[in-house]
């Protein structure tokens, strides 16, 4: 129990960093934000700020116990503040907003002096030799984001201070602080938004049977990590999907007569019985004997709900799951419509949407029965050209790692439009079912096609015009600008990654295709072509110099006509991990050219192609002119597949 009413005090984000000082003690595990949940809280902020910019948008909590000092201990709700002082620090530096009385980031570390100095630098606008990367590389987020939402910059900078809101808990004195942060961390797993908008649906069905046909169903297709096939019975599998796995129920009537149950105790659910249990039965049957293989999706299954609404009712449906329940209850689509649009839609899925294999490799494979063997399966390549799979595994897993945020999947939802709209009308002999298929080459057209459309749509634009909307890109296939603004190129390391990851798709395609050829500059192509299968789309969130801005053994390189941006310009810049950042930044290219020559995989192309020169720095400025004029070359030309 809480002593006073400033146990629970209502903070805005102003008011936290005015009042106080936050301790984060040697218990609590490292800064470990990466781009996805950054970006993610950027963007529920921004669009709080644009929905309703005079109403209080909550962000959770924060957990402290107050010391003799009168500092609080932060027991959970690191992360988020720390973010919070990241975020404030970009916009101060970045975009010389004013942050009223906010003077400091009031966050410090036991015992983690690094930590420490890094928040404070990020504030100050300096940078240190030992920095904590995670927090930097946060920092290169937040200044990204905002600088593709520059015309809403002062809007959420002024909704961040005044209307974000974080409720601050003060736990008793004589709290064991040790058994409390255990708790914290381990607590009991709570009913996920789409279970309980299973029951809502279900609400609107006639009788049992239509809810035992829709729980089985909605079941099945909430497991992301298998083939949507496995969660039925082997003997099910060829009734349900045809011999060859690959039919789907026509309407919600075929749906119910083909998985009609057996088990005749079957009796309906209530949401409280959901809440308990979590399922019907255990309709799926698992035979111990499968190896169904380890596949990880993209995407969670209530962002998922949210894609099958969007293309079923091609409206601007929001992508962000924690509005789940009031986006549907906005649409409210019919429970059978959107059953059968949902199975449909995770066959595509599952066929035509990349996913992690064995934790290692990008897969785009479909699952097909062997023949007279009822009970057992492969996974074959969705595509039965291996060029064309290859290609689509390398454009989908661009697409994948340039928007790690779900709310930012807009190309996944552009490709599940494409292919829910594109199968082709095969339907089965019985006129229950029709086949799961779409033409792979113009599915690999469409989806170079919107590459090109995000990249002159988004990042192509004049300084006088808006970027067009992701939503209109993706349905309404606008008129694109043909010129780029250059000056977009010209952020140093604001550059977004969607940026680097097309350059890096274009430069493998051209080299698989033996398209490259030298041209101006001197590369060597022999180099590239030799580390060209080392290279696979990675999570990369460090923009690095390849000629560092403060060189150990050399004097830093200057602006010139040659090149007016000196370091900060495209061609010396490429995208790369984190870590590799780190450990490599002040290094000279040929310490780095060293590094990367002994490693197994290539983190960017772009990079190999600049490693290729046999100089690069202060006295070659020519060759990265050179490079860079072929990059932006590349960059900026309109797609067509072979």
């Not at 942060?181 to 789409?194: A, S, V």
């Not at 909605?218 to 009734?239: F, G, I």
């Not at 049957?285 to 609404?309: M, R, Y």
């Not at 990079?607 to 072929?630: A, C, L, R, T």
Request: neutral net charge; glycine residues 4%; hydrophobic residues 35%.
């Amino acid at each position: 129990m809480t002593n006073s009413k400033e146990d629970i005090l209502e903070l805005s984000i102003a008011e936290l960093f005015q009042q106080g000082q936050y301790i984060i003690p040697i218990y609590q595990r490292n800064y470990a934000w990466g781009e996805p949940e950054v970006e993610q809280l950027l963007q529920d902020i921004l669009d709080s700020a644009k929905r309703a910019v005079t109403k209080s948008y909550y962000i959770g909590s924060l957990v402290a116990y107050k010391r003799e000092d009168g500092a609080f201990e932060t027991i959970d709700g690191q992360q988020r503040h720390t973010t919070l002082g990241i975020i404030l620090s970009a916009l101060l530096n970045e975009f010389d907003l004013s942050l009223g009385s906010i003077s400091r980031v009031n966050l410090d570390f036991d015992s983690r002096y690094k930590s420490s100095e890094t928040l404070r630098s990020l504030f100050n606008g300096s940078e240190q030799d030992n920095e904590e990367r995670s927090m930097r590389s946060a920092y290169q987020v937040v200044k990204r984001f905002l600088i593709n939402e520059k015309s809403s910059v002062a809007l959420f900078k002024d909704f961040l201070l005044k209307n974000v809101k974080i409720l601050r808990v003060i736990v008793p004195k004589d709290t064991d602080l040790n058994h409390y942060f255990e708790i914290m961390n381990n607590r009991g797993e709570q009913l996920e938004k789409h279970e309980v908008l299973k029951a809502r649906l279900m609400n609107g069905l006639e009788n049992e049977k239509q809810r035992t046909t829709f729980a089985k169903t909605w079941d099945a297709c909430a497991d992301m990590n298998r083939y949507v096939q496995l969660a039925y019975a082997p003997k099910k599998r060829s009734e349900l999907f045809g011999k060859q796995w690959n039919y789907c129920p026509k309407n919600f009537q075929d749906l119910e007569s083909l998985t009609e149950s057996t088990d005749k105790n079957e009796s309906l659910h209530v949401l409280a019985d959901i809440i308990e249990q979590r399922c019907y039965s255990d309709f799926s049957a698992k035979n111990n004997n499968e190896a169904t293989g380890s596949f990880s999706s993209v995407i969670n299954f209530s962002n998922f709900l949210l894609h099958v609404l969007r293309v079923t009712t091609k409206k601007d449906v929001p992508l962000d799951d924690k509005r789940l329940l009031d986006t549907f209850n906005d649409y409210n689509p019919d429970p059978k419509s959107f059953l059968v649009a949902l199975l449909k839609c995770r066959m595509l899925f599952d066929r035509y949407i990349l996913k992690r294999e064995n934790d290692e490799d990008w897969s785009l494979k479909q699952i097909r029965p062997y023949q007279n063997k009822s009970e057992t399966f492969s996974y074959v390549n969705s595509v039965k050209d291996k060029n064309q799979n290859a290609q689509l595994v390398m454009l989908l897993s661009m697409f994948h790692v340039s928007f790690p945020a779900l709310v930012y999947k807009h190309w996944l939802n552009a490709a599940l439009n494409y292919l829910y709209k594109k199968t082709e009308p095969k339907v089965s002999d019985d006129g229950t079912q029709y086949k799961l298929y779409v033409n792979a080459t113009n599915y690999l057209s469409f989806m170079e096609k919107l590459s090109d459309g995000f990249f002159f749509g988004r990042f192509g634009m004049f300084e006088s015009k808006s970027p067009i909307d992701y939503f209109k890109l993706t349905f309404h296939n606008p008129k694109l600008p043909t010129n780029l603004d250059i000056s977009y190129l010209q952020q140093g390391t604001g550059v977004q990654n969607f940026i680097f990851n097309r350059l890096d798709y274009l430069l493998w395609k051209s080299l698989k295709a033996n398209d490259l050829k030298k041209s101006e500059g001197k590369f060597d192509l022999n180099y590239v072509n030799k580390r060209l299968n080392g290279f696979s789309f990675t999570f990369r969130t460090s923009v690095e110099h390849y000629f560092p801005q403060k060189p150990l053994g050399s004097e830093p390189m200057s602006v010139s006509d040659t090149l007016p941006d000196g370091v900060d310009s495209f061609g010396n810049l490429c995208l790369i991990s984190r870590s590799d950042n780190s450990k490599l930044s002040n290094y000279l290219p040929v310490a780095k050219r060293e590094h990367y020559e002994k490693a197994t995989t290539v983190e960017s192309l772009k990079q190999v192609f600049m490693m290729s020169y046999p100089d690069w720095g202060i006295d070659s400025i020519q060759n990265i002119k050179d490079h860079e004029k072929m990059m932006l070359d590349i960059l900026c030309s309109i797609q067509k597949t072979k």
